[in-house]
């Protein structure tokens, strides 16, 4: 009887020990698992930063896309109703007309 119980004693510790690794391990993954997600969260609000960016730069160009658009409107129309400057046409750009075309809209 004594046999037996050493045995179920034996038995019993090899279980508790290997239940005590199972339960480190499963600590070891859980800590592993909250670290991917916070590092998964540090990207996402990287992504989020860099999309707030590229938006901006995008409305930028469609914004010059639309200022280009109308200085070439302005300038057709330019040439179309001045008879001066359609004579302009194959020559270089004078100085004030290249300025123009850089800011159109009169800024420095």
Do not use: Y
């Amino acid at each position: 009887m004594l046999g037996v119980l050493v045995a179920a004693a034996i038995a019993l510790a090899v279980a508790l020990w290997d239940l005590d690794r199972v339960r480190n391990k499963a600590h070891d993954a859980q800590n592993a698992l909250d670290d991917a997600a916070s590092t998964i969260a540090d990207q996402q609000a990287e992504i989020k930063q860099i999309n707030d960016l590229l938006d901006v730069k995008r409305a930028q160009v469609r914004q010059s896309h639309a200022r280009l658009d109308a200085a070439a409107e302005r300038l057709k129309a330019l040439e179309e109703s001045d008879a001066d400057a359609k004579t302009w046409a194959d020559r270089p750009v004078p100085d004030g007309i290249r300025h123009w075309l850089h800011n159109p809209d009169g800024r420095q």
